[in-house]
């Protein structure tokens, strides 16, 4: 079942156009970035793994990001925190460490129920050079074998917003058992909403690829193994950092396209089926119906969104899938797309096939880029929290980036949700008479 | 190190930018990192203002630190006055570009800009978000308004603010008149009135209000002058200047992202042009710097919120003279000594009572009509910033007729003021920011209502206890669309609306109490007229039953999990017979009763002993 690797080949396909666009001209800008930092990630972690806890080391600014950043005052406790450094813990880094280990048991005596803790580092705990990797070992030592504890970055100076997932997932990597097998097994890596995680392991069954894992677990004891024979898949775009740790474990990554549209699930599963040598003719029974019934969701949406354009700001580095996915898929007109960071390497085949007129650009100088919008007058504008409101005052209808990221969107199955998404505030604005 | 679930308050350069972001033609530059902008969403979607705050952040990078961030935060500034140029700048640090020590004073200083550059020192891991707007609201009135008594302008000078009150906000609902206080004939107070007013003013007006909270704001360089504070020196006023026009004050306070601050300001513009005082300045809401320069034009000043005005208003009396106001005018007695403490501070004669008169609220006709009976002696934890939570203390024990079950504020610089109200309600204080202290309390008072913020909120639904909510950090849905002042008259019926609201209603809460195995009238039904379909019950009806399973196991102090040994059966099955609001206490005195006689057991008959005893 499993045949010979097809290390060779990848996603070189039928479907695909050959390269050459990807050297289009970027835009880099420099200036006021109205972005989240990478603590925000901690926002749907903490569901994801669900016995893990994530403990920031910072300041009162990163409490009240997380509180009111994801919009997340949330009934429930949350299996998150923040210890808070004051005054003292200035003074000297053995005080901090001495009250980082005060704030840790305290919450481990009142949370028996976690197994792994991570540790994560801020602006203010960097800047003091606060070292977590050593209290994380330091702690380890004294908490296992019943608490795992790790740490990882997610401050704003070192990260943007999923880039907080990034460092997350890198610091499970080391975690992870060696693989004991010489048969490939292939890994997905990046968050997936639980739902669009088990619907993928369906159709990789279906297409007998059996030996099937996610990273991150849903369960902290249910790491995956990886190792030399281990071929990964990225889920997200944004993993640069936990692809080259995974590399470095002698892991090899299956490049493709990303999981957003009927047309990009395919290229992503055709890839992984190209790698594990599936029969085309398995791979086409095992996705052809899922296909046909995400192209017949995405039909009414094409109406709709056929023709308007589309303005990305940088927010969460899902801004070129998305932006190939509505222009190839729904027919819409892209004038800018920013992304905060542009990882050549792993969006070179989404790159290949955005159109060549679309401006790309990367970080951002947010009032330079205002007066961009508001040239361009997009149809629809994709930004953060901060700058919707403003830009609907000023008669630009937008999207909130952050949904992207709290909606399942990726898979055959939530295509059409994902094409809903951006004709909502367009329907919207057509049915309201005040 | 404080491990936080949640917190009160943000850091203090979130207070700066409540200030900024209230006032027109200021522009705050932010030496911060990348993140830091989240700040922009709490007044763009909780608050839903169409405007971004004004406000510039460096955005420094880890790679920036070993290079020149001090030339970067001397760019952003220039550019962010060329673009914007605003009529005055604040700059300053955020909790990361605090530790790296860049001076953003001094270099804003060199920058030579044409407008007056005001530096914010707001240590951010000793100060949270209330100090910050304080000490900036503060910095803004001390350098823009002038050292000394401006000349006394003429009633032309009076410039109007917009016509919908507060510029930059949705305008108000008709029928809600920005009044300005345009009626004139009663403002010709004689001399000799102003001045008796001063000199009996520490008498009626203090000793009803609960408490002077201005003053008490720890840190500040300004802080050592409580004796002429309270000395009252009115004779500086040089009140024959006054006479042939209407008396006038400022109204301090008002931020964005504030608690109803937007309608609270409204209201009381109303109620003095009603008194016949003019408004000269509203600040900082609506304010731009030259409002902030003819502050001392007017003859007092209202300081509606203490923790952010306190420390400016007690700087302007020392500048200028002025008075400031004591009292905040919230719930009905409240307001009506605030009229008093205003007509004094005005020099206008004491109104006299008119039993006859319509009361100019519907709340003591509410609270005394028969149908809230039903509210009498029910307990009540008020849990908010000092300035809500005294003010709500009160109103709850002497317009409700609740009893206080606790008290307590996360504005530890007003720590005084609420133990000493505690003490008086014969509850113990708390004083606290750690929101599991909070809940703790919460669950060992066993209240049947809390009043308190969004945090409050959360902690109420774990507990099945309902809630209202009383002051800031408030979510989304506390920024209502329709009028709803928490202070004057108006306020006073909103208080009663919003806090009865929540509440099982009178003849239901006898039926739940009669008809326990009612399918309908189970623990976890929410009161019948928050069905299904209004807005403020959706989220209690979807949670209620599992959460309530969830907080039972959860946390000790409540019902099934903590039941110790002597329970007998019966008991048990008789206890769960009592409607869920009123079970918790109906357990414990029980149990203390049982203690107290040394009983082995609680029956049945036990437990009637203690219903027995305990209702006296």
Not at chain 2, 209 to 213: A, E, F, K
Not at chain 2, 568 to 584: C, S, T
């Given at each position: 079942m499993n045949g010979p690797l097809n290390l060779a080949g990848g996603i070189a396909g039928a479907s695909l156009p050959t390269k050459g666009c990807t050297e289009r001209p970027v835009l880099r800008e420099r200036g006021q970035r109205e972005v989240f930092c990478g603590l925000t990630g901690i926002v749907w972690l903490h569901r994801k793994i669900q016995d893990a806890f994530f403990l920031v080391v910072g300041?009162?600014?990163?409490?009240?990001?997380?509180?009111?950043?994801?919009?997340?005052?949330?009934?429930?406790?949350?299996?998150?925190?923040?210890?808070?450094?004051?005054?003292?813990?200035?003074?000297?880094l053995a005080d901090a460490n001495e009250e980082l280990d005060i704030a840790v048991t305290r919450l481990i005596e009142r949370r028996p129920d976690i197994k792994m803790l991570f540790l994560v580092g801020s602006c203010p705990s960097e800047v003091i050079k606060l070292d977590l990797s050593r209290a994380a070992a330091r702690l380890s030592e004294r908490y296992a074998p019943d608490v795992r504890i790790l740490n990882y970055s997610g401050s704003g100076i070192e990260t943007t917003f999923t880039q907080g997932e990034d460092n997350c997932l890198a610091a499970l990597v080391p975690q992870l058992p060696e693989v004991e097998t010489a048969a490939p097994q292939l890994l997905v890596v990046g968050a997936l909403a639980d739902v669009v995680e088990d619907q993928f392991a369906r159709l990789f069954d279906a297409m007998g690829i059996d030996d099937v894992r996610f990273l991150p677990p849903r369960r902290a004891r249910d790491l995956p193994p990886v190792g030399a024979s281990t071929r990964y898949l990225l889920a997200q775009p944004f993993l640069g950092e936990t692809a080259r740790v995974l590399e470095q474990r002698g892991a090899s990554r299956i490049a493709a396209p990303f999981p957003l549209g009927a047309e990009g699930t395919t290229l992503w599963l055709k890839a992984a089926a190209d790698a594990f040598g599936v029969d085309p003719m398995r791979f086409r029974s095992a996705t052809a119906a899922a296909e046909a019934r995400a192209k017949r969701a995405l039909e009414p949406f094409r109406a709709e969104l056929?023709?308007?354009?589309i303005f990305f700001f940088p927010d969460s580095q899902l801004e070129i899938p998305l932006a190939r996915m509505l222009s190839r898929e729904l027919g819409m007109q892209l004038t800018e797309v920013?992304?905060?960071?542009?990882?050549?390497?792993?969006?070179?085949?989404?790159?290949?096939?955005?159109?060549?007129?679309?401006?790309?650009?990367?970080g951002q100088d947010v009032d330079r880029q205002l007066d961009r919008a508001r040239a361009a007058r997009p149809d629809i504008s994709v930004c953060g929290l901060g700058l919707a409101n403003p830009l609907e005052?000023?008669?630009?209808?937008?999207?909130?980036?952050?949904?992207?990221?709290?909606?399942?969107?990726?898979g055959y199955e939530q295509a059409g949700d994902l094409a809903g998404l951006f004709a909502r505030p367009l329907d919207r604005k057509t049915r309201l008479r005040v | 190190m404080q491990l936080t679930v949640w917190t009160y308050e943000g850091p203090p350069h979130v207070g700066a930018m409540r200030v900024a972001t209230a006032m027109e033609g200021v522009h705050y530059v932010l030496h911060a990192p990348q993140g830091d902008t989240y700040a922009d969403l709490l007044f763009t979607m909780i608050e839903r203002r169409s405007k971004r705050p004004p406000v510039t952040y460096t955005t420094f990078e880890a790679r920036d630190l070993g290079t020149d961030t001090a030339a970067l935060f001397q760019r952003t500034l220039i550019s962010a006055y060329e673009r914007f140029q605003p009529q005055a700048m604040l700059v300053g640090a955020s909790c990361t570009a605090e530790l790296i020590q860049d001076d953003p004073a001094g270099l804003a200083k060199a920058s030579n800009l044409p407008v007056p550059v005001i530096p914010l020192e707001l240590p951010s891991y000793q100060r949270k978000e209330n100090w910050g707007a304080a000490e900036t609201f503060y910095q803004v009135v001390r350098t823009l308004a002038g050292s000394g008594r401006a000349a006394v302008a003429d009633a032309d000078a009076l410039k109007p603010l917009g016509s919908d009150g507060v510029p930059g906000n949705p305008p108000l609902p008709a029928g809600i008149s920005p009044t300005r206080g345009e009626i004139v004939d009663v403002g010709a107070a004689p001399q000799s009135s102003m001045q008796d007013a001063k000199a009996q003013d520490d008498s009626g007006v203090r000793a009803s209000?609960?408490?002077?909270?201005v003053g008490e704001m720890p840190g500040r360089a300004e802080g050592g002058d409580a004796a002429s504070l309270r000395s009252g020196q009115g004779d500086q006023l040089g009140p024959t200047e006054k006479n042939a026009r209407r008396p006038s004050c400022n109204i301090l306070g008002p931020t964005a992202l504030g608690f109803r601050h937007r309608d609270d300001v409204a209201e009381i513009r109303k109620l003095l042009g009603e008194i016949g005082v003019a408004v000269n300045v509203v600040a900082p809401l609506g304010a731009s710097p030259a409002d902030i320069a003819r502050l001392g034009e007017a003859d007092f000043n209202v300081v509606l919120y203490p923790e952010i005005a306190g420390v400016a208003a007690k700087w302007l009396k020392r500048t200028f003279g002025q008075e400031f106001t004591t009292v905040v005018p919230i719930g009905h007695g409240a307001t009506r000594d605030f009229v008093a403490e205003v007509r004094k501070l005005a020099g206008l004669p004491t109104e006299e009572a008119d039993e006859a008169a319509e009361p100019a609220s519907r709340l003591p006709w509410f609270s005394r009509s028969v149908d809230s009976n039903y509210l009498t002696g029910k307990r009540v934890f008020v849990f908010g910033d000092a300035t809500h939570a005294l003010a709500a203390a009160r109103v709850a024990t002497e317009e409700f007729g609740f009893t206080l079950c606790g008290l307590g504020t996360y504005s530890r610089e007003f720590a005084r003021d609420i133990r000493a109200a505690a003490e008086r309600y014969g509850v113990e204080a708390l004083i606290s920011d750690d929101y599991l202290d909070v809940?703790?309390?919460?669950?060992?008072?066993q209240p049947e209502l809390v009043l308190g913020t969004q945090m409050e909120r959360h902690i109420a639904k774990r507990l099945g206890v309902a809630c209202a909510v009383i002051s800031a950090p408030v979510h989304v849905q506390d920024y209502p669309a329709r009028y709803s002042p928490?202070?004057?008259?108006?306020?006073?019926?909103?208080?009663?609306?919003?806090?009865?609201?929540?509440?099982?209603?009178?003849?239901?809460?006898?039926?739940?109490?009669?008809?326990?195995?009612?399918?309908?009238?189970?623990?976890?039904?929410?009161?019948?007229h928050l069905g299904s379909g209004v807005r403020v019950a959706a989220e209690p009806a979807v949670i209620a039953a599992p959460q309530m399973a969830e907080a039972t196991l959860a946390s000790a102090p409540a019902d099934t999990l903590t039941t110790p040994e002597i329970w007998?059966?019966?008991?048990?099955?008789?206890?769960?017979?009592?409607?869920?609001?009123?079970?918790?206490k109906a357990r414990r005195n029980t149990e203390k009763f049982a203690a107290e006689r040394g009983l082995s057991e609680i029956t049945v008959e036990t437990l009637y002993d203690a219903k027995a005893h305990y209702s006296r």
């Open positions: 300041s009162r600014t990163c409490a009240h990001l997380m509180q009111s950043a994801a919009g997340v005052m949330i009934f429930a406790e949350p299996r998150f925190a923040t210890a808070v450094m004051e005054e003292r813990d200035l003074a000297g056929s023709g308007r354009s920013g992304t905060p960071y542009l990882h050549r390497q792993h969006l070179a085949e989404e790159l290949a096939l955005l159109p060549g007129d679309v401006q790309l650009s990367e005052m000023e008669g630009l209808t937008t999207k909130w980036s952050i949904e992207l990221l709290f909606t399942p969107i990726q | 209000s609960i408490s002077p909270l809940e703790a309390a919460i669950a060992a008072a928490q202070m004057g008259f108006e306020g006073a019926n909103v208080l009663w609306d919003s806090w009865v609201h929540p509440l099982v209603m009178g003849l239901e809460e006898h039926l739940l109490g009669m008809f326990r195995d009612d399918f309908e009238f189970n623990d976890a039904a929410v009161p019948s007998h059966v019966e008991a048990e099955a008789e206890l769960r017979k009592i409607p869920f609001f009123v079970r918790g």
